[in-house]
């Protein structure tokens, strides 16, 4: 069902404001008032007002879903799990969460290069439940940006479903993340940390699948043993969970080049039960997928670390640093990450979001050319308050110093 806004400014919504109080007991703090005056957390421009969306969307009565996941049988869960996947398309090629880097911009450079899907950045249910100005800058979308995914930390059931509840008529899936592996998530209880805890994993998929009309997702990581993989997956599914991601490493595994995913653990999980299952690691290029998908039988492949250096991988792009050496079928594929940052600084004009996550990108979309200009870098670094003015005249000065390092694609997929 089509929602409709109370503003001209059409293209990017904006939650209501809405608070709610909750627990603070085993949540990280707030931002402090000296982060909310660093310039990097403001937005980078002021873009088009923000629109307001009626309050009866905010409610969930926007959709078209039909009854919450809790009215139906297991069976009728399954079939309608499937239905939706179905819907959307069967996407294959999204946009994996990232801490302040899948937001919107990117996400929208990322489907204009063939991306099918994406999943927001992970999202803190508390301070997003709470707070208005971390529900402004941190989550954003727009009418194009679906299929949409939007993941939340939590580890309180009822915290979490009044921030799904906010989100819920603007995405196809409320996701919960049971996968982040770092401190942060150690000292906030939550991600893979809660992997000891099933119980408590159980009643926050099921206070979802109970409340929501959208489906819920999840995204895990693989314990050390496959049967206890396979077990966990089977209770999320048996919870009301309608996609699985699964993350072929352990929560200890977090060097992601030197550690391959396991291909095999994820068909294992794919075979083990009968939701639409993702598969996530060892996607650097296009080949990857076609090999991921060979072997694990997943519904489609989730990609970070290498789609923040190269937007453009799921339309056939790659890096030099995947062309082998003396390759024929691979050729200059006439576009290059300078190109590539220039439209996402353009997005970000046009979807504002905060310098640090601006900052961010040009860094990682630039990381071999500041290797070898690194003055450039320096020059970025020194910058305490960035412009885009200033951020396309870094490409103009790498131009004028002969930087070129071109992306390549296959003579097959250059279509």
Not at 47 to 73: A, W
Not at 96 to 108: G, H, I, N, T
Not at 166 to 171: D, G, H, L
Request: charged share 25%; proline share 6%.
């Amino acid at each position: 069902m089509r929602f409709s806004l109370l503003r001209h400014n059409h293209h990017l919504l904006q939650l209501p404001k809405l608070s709610f109080m909750a627990s603070l007991t085993t949540q990280p703090p707030l931002p402090s008032t000296a982060q909310e005056e660093n310039h990097d957390e403001l937005l980078c421009s002021s873009g088009p007002t923000l629109s307001e969306v009626r309050e009866d969307k905010v409610e969930g009565k926007g959709l078209s879903l039909g009854q919450p996941n809790g009215y139906l049988t297991g069976e009728a869960r399954i079939e309608r799990a499937w239905s939706h996947w179905k819907k959307l398309g069967r996407p294959k090629l999204i946009v994996a969460p990232m801490v302040d880097c899948s937001e919107l911009p990117f996400r929208m450079l990322c489907r204009k290069y063939g991306a099918q899907a994406a999943y927001t950045p992970m999202l803190h249910s508390r301070i997003f439940s709470e707070t208005e100005k971390y529900r402004a800058s941190e989550f954003t979308t727009c009418q194009e940006d679906r299929p949409l995914f939007v993941q939340f930390c939590a580890n309180d059931p009822d915290v979490l479903l009044e921030a799904a509840r906010m989100v819920e008529p603007f995405c196809d899936y409320v996701d919960i993340n049971l996968g982040c592996p770092q401190r942060i998530a150690r000292r906030g209880n939550y991600g893979a940390f809660l992997m000891e805890k099933l119980p408590l994993v159980k009643s926050l998929v099921e206070k979802l699948a109970q409340n929501l009309e959208v489906p819920v997702s999840c995204k895990i990581r693989i314990f050390p043993d496959l049967q206890d993989t396979i077990n966990y997956a089977k209770m999320l599914e048996e919870a009301g969970c309608s996609l699985l991601a699964v993350h072929g490493r352990t929560r200890d595994q977090k060097d992601q080049r030197k550690i391959r995913a396991d291909w095999s653990a994820i068909r294992e999980v794919r075979n083990a039960i009968r939701i639409p299952v993702l598969a996530n690691g060892n996607i650097r290029h296009l080949d990857d997928v076609h090999s991921c998908l060979e072997a694990t039988g997943a519904e489609g492949v989730l990609s970070a670390d290498a789609l923040l250096e190269n937007p453009a991988l799921f339309a056939g792009f790659r890096t030099p640093e995947w062309v082998d050496e003396g390759e024929e079928s691979c050729k200059d594929g006439s576009i290059d990450q300078a190109e590539l940052l220039v439209e996402y600084l353009k997005l970000c004009e046009k979807y504002p979001v905060p310098w640090r996550i601006v900052r961010a990108h040009v860094h990682k979309m630039l990381g071999e050319w500041f290797r070898m200009q690194p003055q450039v870098r320096e020059d970025l670094n020194a910058q305490s308050r960035l412009t885009f003015e200033f951020l396309y005249g870094l490409v103009d000065r790498l131009r004028e110093l002969d930087v070129k390092i071109p992306l390549y694609v296959k003579d097959s997929t250059n279509t």
